[in-house]
């Protein structure tokens, strides 16, 4: 069995599991854990052995070790993403980058162009494609007229380097773009707050498509507790999945009574992180398309960015600029 051979490029909060994930899928070898913070590489590497008997090398530096992988999975903090991610592209190693791919439009397009071009495989962490629940949705969902979204979690001091925007609404605005494939926006509106950064800490955005279909989210790292909701709504049938209980809801009126015919599933062995990694490395070895591929995961970064401009317009119009 051909086995690529990994090295994971930040091991923070979320490279941890990166790490430990692929430790836990047979066809891959996690040779190498990167991160600037010396400690942190000896917390994580202490884990992998006692959790998984396995002593990946370790290393501050990601140059030296980029000619021994056919792989990495780059989890650093968003404003380094495009410095390393292009390196690691243009020394032609298969890239799963965590979302959003930049924090700059236009250098998120470059490592897409980059990829593309010399056919390197670039998947994006977009990981709520992978929970089950939200999956049976996409299956169930017919034409959505109404969407709604609550992406709450507290404050932590992590990726403030990004605003709410490409923190949280991004996995939001992804399965928006899934459900509505192919429909024109007519309009946005979008406000927002700066209340613990510099960047907005809260956006709510109403999102009209020019099939009058409309969605509302809104998203929030200033929460006392963290939620998951996204709704749909359709002609006679309501949608509710929850992706930290991971549930699955459908409930439809029972004609001619008044009663509601209710369909709840649950899916509490899912592990989607492991499933959207085993993916990308079995995408990679087969030659298959990547879920979602670079060029995919630009769409919802394009609304994301039209998002934060609308929030900063009216910012400006609220403080003066
Ligand atoms: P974090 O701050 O906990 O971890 C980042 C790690 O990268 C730190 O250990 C830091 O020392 C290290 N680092 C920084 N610069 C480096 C460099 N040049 N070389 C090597 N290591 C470096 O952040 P996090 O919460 O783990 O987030 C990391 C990335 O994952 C971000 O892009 C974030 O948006 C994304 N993320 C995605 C999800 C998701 O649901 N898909 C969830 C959380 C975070």
């Known amino acids: 069995m051909r086995r690529l051979k990994f090295a994971v490029i930040g091991v923070g909060h979320l490279g941890k599991f990166h790490a430990q994930k692929l ?3 047979e066809e891959a070898e996690l040779k190498f854990l990167i991160d600037l913070n010396e400690e942190r590489l000896k917390e994580v590497s202490q884990l992998l052995k006692n959790r998984y008997q396995r002593e990946p090398e370790v290393h501050t530096d990601f140059h030296r070790v980029l000619p021994e992988v056919d792989a990495v999975v780059l ?15 243009q020394q032609g190693k298969a890239l799963f980058l965590e979302k959003p ?12 162009e980059i990829a593309q071009q010399r056919g390197i495989p670039l998947q994006i962490g977009y990981i709520e494609r992978y929970q089950k629940a939200v ?8 034409n959505p007229l109404f969407i ?27 399965l928006v773009f899934l459900l509505k494939r192919g429909v024109e926006i007519d309009f946005i509106h ?3 707050a700066p209340l613990f950064t510099e960047k907005p800490d809260i956006v709510n955005a109403r999102i009209v498509f020019k099939d009058q279909s409309t969605c509302n989210l809104t998203a929030s790292r200033i929460s006392l507790s963290k939620q998951r909701k996204f709704r749909v709504f359709e002609r006679g049938i309501y949608y509710s999945v ?13 004609p001619e009574t008044k009663n509601f015919a209710l369909e709840r599933k649950d899916f509490p062995e899912d592990d989607p992180l492991r499933e959207e990694l085993s993916s990308f490395v079995k995408g990679v070895l087969e030659g298959r398309a990547l879920i979602p591929s670079g060029k995919e995961a630009l769409l919802p970064l394009e609304m994301a960015f039209k998002i934060k401009e609308e929030v900063e317009r009216r910012l400006q119009g609220l403080y003066g600029s």
């Open 23 to 25: 430790c836990e899928i």
């Open 75 to 89: 989890s650093t903090p968003t404003s380094t993403h495009y410095e390393i991610a292009k390196e690691v592209l």
């Open 101 to 112: 791919i930049a924090n700059t439009l236009s250098q998120a397009r470059e490592l897409v």
């Open 135 to 142: 999956r049976l949705l996409c299956e169930r969902v017919q």
């Open 148 to 174: 709604e979204a609550h992406r709450l979690s507290s404050f932590a001091e992590r990726n403030l380097d990004i605003d709410v925007v490409l923190d949280l609404m991004i996995h939001d605005l992804d």
């Open 190 to 192: 979008a406000v927002g």
């Open 242 to 254: 929850d992706t930290i209980e991971k549930s699955f809801l459908e409930i439809r009126p029972i």
